[in-house]
């Protein structure tokens, strides 16, 4: 049985071959880093598709989100020390969990608090509209602030109540 690790791109200039039995074709798009009866292989999709029935489309890899672009010195790594590069992509994917749970964290703090204030609006009978139409220029400031606080992007869904908060902080000069 074959377990996907990773799914890797690399300079077109510098593919890879081909693992698979018979194969040896270039691959530079998506060179799927597989172990097989506990051996490292670089696979294509279609040396993938044919012999186990998945793709990187369909199949997750356990060291990678998505495909990642190599540097030469990690497309080096992949053919020479597998390994090495394989606990490099584990730590790199740690830190990114670890930095997500912090904005998440971050986020919930910032929602709760915004929340009591909310609340205190709506007790004394205020209306808390989120389709509020902003000044361009406090919308704008508004979204940096947001975007710099929380590490997000403001014009993505689910964003829009704090945009409003710190327009209003802006418009009452905080």
């Known amino acids: 049985m074959a377990e996907l690790l990773g799914v890797f791109e690399v300079d077109k200039e510098k593919r890879v ?22 051996a490292f292989k670089l696979y294509g999709s279609e040396c993938c ?16 989100s998505g495909e990642r672009r190599l540097t030469d010195e ?9 390994a090495e590069l394989l606990a490099t992509l584990k730590a790199e994917q740690a830190q990114l ?33 989120l389709g509020t139409v902003l000044n361009a220029g406090i919308e704008r400031q508004a979204k940096e602030r947001v975007r710099a606080r929380y590490q997000v992007d403001p014009d993505m869904a689910g964003w829009r109540g704090l945009v409003l908060a710190e327009a ?3 418009e009452q000069g905080e």
Do not use: D
């Open 97 to 129: 969990r670890a930095a997500t749970q912090a904005k998440l964290t971050a986020l919930k703090t910032a929602l709760a608090a915004r929340g009591s204030v909310v609340g205190t609006g709506r007790a004394r009978g205020e209306r808390h509209m």
């Open 49 to 64: 598709k044919k012999l186990f029935g998945w793709t990187s489309k369909t199949q997750g890899a356990s060291h990678t």
């Open 74 to 82: 990690e497309r080096e790594q992949l053919l020479h020390n597998t």
């Open 17 to 38: 071959r081909c693992q698979a039995p018979s194969c040896n074709h270039a691959v530079y798009k998506a060179v799927h880093l597989l172990s097989v009866e506990g």
């Open 168 to 170: 209003k902080k802006i």
